[in-house]
Each structure stands twice: as C-alpha cells, then as structure tokens.
C-alpha cells in the first residue's frame, strides 16, 4: 500500500529540497560563473548573477601561464596509475580472500583496514627521508606509488565486498559441467567481477585525483598535480578571482562529472561494506 | 571444497597486497618511533644523540599543545555536529516524495567531489574575504561591518568549510539507510495516530543509529587529519593549529624531527583508539 501523498506536500518538499540543494551547490555554481567574467566583473559590489559579458579569457590566460597542461596530466597519471596498480595487487588477494577464505581472512581484511586509518602525518617524515634518499622527491613514480598504498585497503575492500555477492553455486555448477580452472576464471567469474572492479576503479580514480596531503608535501615543481596547482593560488595570486576560478573548474569538472556517476559506489566503498 | 592446492595458490594471490601494506605500515612507523626518541636537526647539527621520553614531554607541555588539541576538538566536533544533523534533516527530505529528486541528490553530493584546496580557497577567497567576498557585499548590504572570517572567526570558518565538504558525506549514507527503512511500520505507527515527532524519534532515529555510529567513525578519522584546508587558508594562525598542523610544522617547518615524531606517535594513538571502534562495527558486518 503506497501513502497517498497530496499534491500540496509534495510541492513543499519538492521546493525545500530544491532550495537546500542549490544553496548547497551555490560555491560551486558561483566557481563556475565567476570563470567567465572579466577580474572587474568579478569582485563588483553588488555581485553580478548572470548579466555579464561571459569571456573565455580567463581560461585562455591560465592555460598561457601556468603550464596547466603539466599539472593536468600529474593529475591523470598519479591518479590513474595509483588505481591500475592499486587494481593489479588487490585483484589476486580480493579474489582469493572471497573464494577460498580461511580463518584469518576476516582477521586480515580488517588489519588492512587498520594502515589506511594510520595518520599521514605521523609518518611524514619517515617517507619524506626514504623519498630523498631515493631520488623520488618531486617525482609522479614516487607519488604514485605512495597514493596505491593509501588507498589499497580500500581498493581491496570494495572488491572483496563485489566478490562476495558473486554465487559460488554458479562455480560448482559450471565445473560440473567441464569447465576448466581457466574456463571458470574467464568465461564465468570475470564477466561478473566486471561491474565491482570498474566501480572500484572509478570511485579510487577520485580519491587520489583529491588527495591533497601527499601530493602538497612530496612534489614541488615537477611532480605536482592539480591540487598543488590551485594551492599556489593561495599566495596573492588568488586575488585575481575569476582566474583562481578558471583554474578551479577546470580541476573540479572532470572529477564532478565521473563522481556524479559514482555515487552508489561511494557509499559501498567508503563505509567499507557496512552500509549499502 | 577448498583443496590444500588451492589454498596455497590463495595464500601466494594475497602475498604482493599483504606485504607492500607491512612495509607501509612497519618501516615508517619504526622510523618515527626511532626518531621520537632522539634529538635530531636536520639544519642544525643533525642527530645530536637519545633523549629517552624528553620529546614526549616536551611535545605535550610545550605552549603549543593544548591550544591544538582544543583546535582539533573544535573541527572535529564541530564538523561532526553539523553534518550529523542536517544530515539526518536532509537524508529525511530526500526521501519524501517530489519531483527531480535525482537532480537535487547531485547538487547535494557534488562539494564531496570538490578537491579539498580547491574548496578552501574558493571559500577563503570568494565568500570570506572581507573586502570582495561574497559575504562582505552580502553584510554591506544590510549595512553591517563585515567581518573578517578567517581571522576574527577563524575556527568557525574552517569548521564551516570542512562541512560543506563532509555534509554529502553523511547525507548519502544516511539517505542510504533510510531508503532501507521499512515504509509499513511508519505507515502503522501513522495510523495509529503516533504524531510526526515520536514518529521520527521512535523509529526512524533507532534505525539510522548504525549508519550515525559509522559516519560519526569514518569522518572523524578523516577529520583528524585534515590538512589542505588549513594550509591554504590560515597556515596554521589564528587559532587554527591542528594537532595534524603542528606536528607538521614541528616536522618540515622547524625540522625538529624528533619533537614531530613524538608528537607523530601521539596521533598515531589517537586514531587507533578509533579505529578500535569502527573495526568493532565493521567485524561484525562482516560475520553477517
């Protein structure tokens, strides 16, 4: 029996949620207006909505300037190589902790657990020394290969939890049928793994694309991604509003869009299975 | 069904994530733990020998100290305030009948997928400066003085900005564990007259006391060490030195590594005492 809602109530909650999720969105909107104005039109008193000379200047200057080019792909190779290789290390022990659990499986999922909680900070300087006695400072293999193991737990989890749902009745009953170990691996298993690990990959592309303690500490001019980028604005350069916005849309907008895709992933990953 | 074969083929699958999280996880750690323990300068003489537990004590009685802890009560608690309730407020809207609700869950979500400098300075910037800032116009308007957030309401200020960006957060998993609610009993306790409060009090509230629990754990771990947001706003003054800040200054600012590292081993306490409960939560979800 579904409740009859009137017509009246659903006009109210429809204008307070509407009202709540464009005051909430606002920053972000007035980011994105702020882009296409001119540096005078920005910070005019009273501030303009909609009725200015939309321009593109602000986003040609900062692609000019800044070497955006750089830092925009800093960002896709840290983050991106952080999650294939995340991927590539926690597909096997996922896998196996899901088919063929022990006794300490559940002991070993939640020590995992444990290292992502270990504050960065407490161990800062420890890698910070290791990255110079490597050479790694400022480089994106060092920074990549810090950012997999802050989020291989995680990476770890969300397949776990993916794998779990998969039946093992299918298993038995396509061995029964001749199925060889490689038959099962690649005709049965995969095709279902497929939807876990993609929503994985997704919803970890956005955690270190986001990451913004490692990559302002361990990277300086030629390593640096897109979070340190827009840092450098936090000088008096970010007095120039509508280029600090130009700059930001395009940092935001790419992970907006694959994060508006994630959103069922997100609650699954990031509540580690315990909220779905 | 599981032979000896195919367990030692697991074990051998597990081994590469196992490993690599060990040597995170110990060979820093050790170091730190090694550290804490000496008088080390880098710039200023290097290791200068063992100190026993001095930097532990200097760490906590140093003037420093207790303003940061009060500051990191401050964010935490504040932040988990704040989105906590108007989380719930808004994961029970969302679940109401209306129209576009999709669009509005995505306009709700979307400071979540904002990189966390990017909302600070946004923030910092756009609506708290107190001279072109939204909010100075906004305050002008009525006629009033405006106010120099980050520096006269400092900790007020961040705590506002660490929530825009968490509320999503909280909302999703709240509106998550209310889509699971069954609608039947509210429908019950409707009809037999239980009024909209005792409604939300007796059932509601109950059922997303799991969800609360987990996000209350989750952000707080993520709240203890918030960094970009302090970094590129405040730089740690006026009030707003985290005990993540100040170990980081006492590390890479002063190169007191020794004191940090102390101070390192401090927090690393500290988030393991919450991370006891939410693996608590977790180990059992998991046996389910």
New interface residues.
């Given amino acids: 029996m579904a409740r009859s809602v009137t017509t009246q109530r659903k006009i109210i909650n429809t204008a307070a949620a509407w009202g709540i999720g464009f005051l909430i969105f606002f920053p972000i909107l007035w980011t994105i207006l702020t882009s296409f104005k001119t540096e005078a039109t920005a910070i005019a008193d009273p501030p303009v909505f909609l009725a200015f000379d939309w321009t593109l200047e602000n986003y040609e200057v900062v692609l000019e300037r800044s070497n955006y080019a750089r830092f925009l792909w800093n960002s896709v190779f840290i983050a991106g190589g952080s999650t294939l290789l995340g991927l590539i290390i926690a597909i096997p022990a996922a896998w196996s902790m899901a088919f063929v659990p022990s006794r300490r499986t559940k002991d070993i999922l939640l020590w995992m657990l444990s290292t992502k909680m270990l504050p960065a900070v407490g161990v800062l300087y420890p890698i910070y020394l290791i990255f110079i006695k490597m050479g790694l400072l400022d480089s994106r293999i060092g920074l990549t290969v810090v950012l997999m193991l802050i989020n291989l737990p995680i990476i770890v989890w969300m397949l776990y939890t993916y794998f779990r749902e998969i039946p093992g009745e299918i298993l038995e009953a396509s061995r029964m049928d001749g199925a060889t170990l490689k038959d099962e691996i690649l005709y049965v298993l995969t095709p279902m793994a497929v939807p876990g690990i993609a929503s994985t990959l997704l919803l970890n592309f956005i955690l270190a694309w986001n990451e913004a303690f490692w990559t302002l500490n361990l990277t300086a001019a030629k390593a640096a991604p897109l979070t340190a980028f827009i840092a450098s604005y936090s000088s008096p350069e970010g007095l120039f509003y509508a280029k600090l916005s130009a700059a930001s849309t395009m940092a935001i907008a790419p992970i907006l869009i694959l994060g508006w895709f994630s959103q069922k992933q997100l609650v699954r990953g990031l509540t580690f299975g315990a909220v779905k | ?2 032979t000896q074969h ?2 030692s ?3 051998l ?2 081994a ?3 490993i ?2 060990l040597g ?2 110990l ?3 050790t ?2 733990l090694f ?1 804490s323990f000496k008088k080390y300068l880098p710039m200023r003489g290097g290791d200068l020998g063992w100190v026993g537990f001095d930097n532990y004590i200097r760490f906590v009685t140093s003037s420093a100290f207790w303003p940061s802890v009060t500051a990191t009560l401050v964010i935490v608690l504040g932040v988990l305030f704040i989105t906590v309730v108007f989380g719930v407020l ?1 994961a029970i ?2 679940d ?6 999709g ?17 600070a ?7 708290m400066d107190p001279v ?1 800032g ?1 909010f100075a ?1 906004l305050w ?2 009525f006629g009033l003085t405006p106010v120099e957030w980050l520096s006269q309401a400092s900790l007020g200020s961040i705590v506002m900005i660490v929530s ?1 960006q968490w ?3 909280a909302t ?2 709240l509106l ?2 209310i889509q699971s609610l069954d ?2 009993q509210l ?1 019950a306790a409707e009809m037999d007259g239980a009024p909209a409060l005792s409604r939300f009090g007796f059932i509601t509230l109950p059922h997303l006391s ?2 609360i629990t ?1 996000v209350v754990l ?1 952000q707080t ?1 993520f709240l ?2 918030i ?2 947001e302090i ?3 405040t730089q740690g003054s006026f009030g707003t030195r985290t005990l ?1 800040y100040l ?2 200054q006492r ?2 600012e002063s190169q007191n ?1 020794g004191l ?2 102390a101070g ?2 401090y ?2 306490i ?3 005492i ?2 006891v409960f ?2 608590r ?3 059992k ?3 389910a």
């Fill in positions: 069904m599981a195919s367990r083929a697991a074990r699958m597990m590469p994530a196992v690599l999280l995170w996880m060979v820093p750690l170091m730190t550290f808004l809207l969302l109401q009948p209306m129209w576009g609700q669009i509005v869950r995505i306009l709700v979500i979307a400071p979540f997928f904002v990189m966390p400098t990017v909302s300075l946004v923030w910092k910037n756009m609506f072109n939204l116009h002008q308007a825009w509320l999503p957060f999703l998993i998550t564990a609608s039947e429908e799991r969800a987990i989750i771990i203890l060490s960094f970009a970094f590129v706003t993540t170990i980081y590390v890479l590594i940090g590292s390192g081993i927090a690393v500290l988030a393991n919450m991370a939410l693996m939560i977790v180990g979800n998991l046996d």
